[in-house]
């Protein structure tokens, strides 16, 4: 049973929103904002409305079947009527219950994806460079926009990390449940023995902070410039180009060498700090919001071992939901990542419901 109160929250706000913009009170820069959430309750609100009026037609029908001057007809029609609002009561109560659900405010977000071999030497590299080619082809199914930030290769053709940004429709909703470890067996081509390797790889899914989510002050950044260096140390520009930047109140520390300009890797060096130390915030609220961590499909920690892709048997298990395809060269091609994303959000869903009470 839902709280009344709460519907009539969504009544209130809905109506209160419909005065500012019908009358143009509202602030320019939270025009975008308070639309799209007048739009959101637009989605519920006639089933929060019925939600309110059901006492009301359910004792209205009962004194229809309680009077016995009324025909059989109209009883009939009563007992019709009074079962089928009993029906939608059930239906709007679940449709409430899904809308009043904890929202991730970073849901909408873009994502910044890091991918770092672990584990397994060469063959962690060469693993490292799949899960990359995976999210590719995720992105290009999805129309989302993949823009390559840095990449350090290995010498076997794999990556020790790649670093990229992702763009579109709630991007984050969607990709944040790949953090964590995901763990690889196979026999490498280098194997003679036919042996399965076990080797792993590192996946960071940062919301991309934008500079209303945090406020960085230059005074809480140290800048240093030096040489960039291509692999065994030999130098890739004669031009001081490459970017490192720490923010001292956090210690964390980016850089960035990729392009030729020091502006250029600066601009990126600073996407990716922005996105670190904002994400850094996130978890210390998080921890304190222990309650809501709990609800949550793990805990987007990297140290987690999410996910295991056995190339043997040709299955992908998610560890979190214990789901297993078994059509693992689909699921790295993209062609069914949908279906193991439906299932985290579903699960996660249904835990939110049952702390929802």
Not at 116 to 129: D, I, N
Not at 160 to 187: A, C, M, P, T, W
Not at 316 to 339: A, C, P, Q
Request: charged share 35%; aromatic share 6%; net charge neutral.
């Amino acid at each position: 049973m839902i709280p009344l109160q709460k519907v009539k929250d969504i009544i209130f706000k809905h109506s209160k929103l419909e005065q500012e913009l019908s009358t143009g009170s509202v602030d320019a820069k939270l025009f975008a904002k308070k639309s799209k959430e007048y739009s959101d309750l637009g989605n519920i609100i006639t089933v929060a409305k019925d939600y309110i009026n059901y006492e009301k037609d359910k004792k209205d029908l009962e004194h229809i079947l309680k009077d016995k001057n009324n025909d059989i007809e109209m009883i009939e029609m009563a007992r019709k009527d009074l079962n089928e609002i009993e029906q939608k009561k059930q239906i709007n109560e679940n449709r409430l219950k899904i809308f009043l659900l904890p929202k991730d405010e970073d849901d909408n977000k873009n994502a910044i994806v890091e991918i770092r071999a672990g584990t397994g030497g060469l063959e962690a590299s060469l693993f490292c460079s799949d899960l990359y080619k995976m999210y590719e082809k995720v992105c290009s199914k999805k129309k989302w926009k993949l823009d390559l930030i840095s990449i350090s290769k290995s010498e076997a053709g794999g990556f020790k990390e790649v670093i990229f940004s992702v763009s579109g429709n709630d991007i984050y909703s969607y990709l944040k449940y790949e953090s964590g470890v995901h763990r690889v067996q196979r026999i490498p081509e280098t194997e003679t023995q036919g042996r399965v390797h076990t080797s792993a790889a590192t996946v960071a899914v940062l919301p991309e902070a934008e500079d209303v989510d945090i406020q960085i002050k230059d005074s809480d950044l140290r800048v240093d410039v030096f040489r960039a260096g291509g692999p065994g140390g030999q130098s890739v520009n004669t031009t001081d180009s490459a970017v490192r930047i720490t923010h001292l109140p956090s210690g964390v520390v980016v850089s960035q060498q990729d392009e030729k300009s020091q502006h250029k890797n600066k601009a990126k060096a600073l996407k990716i700090l922005r996105s670190r130390v904002y994400e850094s915030e996130k978890r210390k609220k998080d921890q304190e919001r222990s309650d809501n961590r709990r609800s949550q499909i793990g805990t987007g920690d990297r140290s987690e071992r999410i996910r295991t892709y056995n190339f043997p048997q040709g299955r992908v298990t998610d560890h979190r939901i214990n789901l297993t395809l078994h059509k693992l060269s689909e699921f790295l091609s993209g062609e069914i990542h949908e279906e193991m994303n439906q299932e985290l959000r579903l699960k996660e869903q249904n835990l939110k419901l049952e702390n929802l009470g």
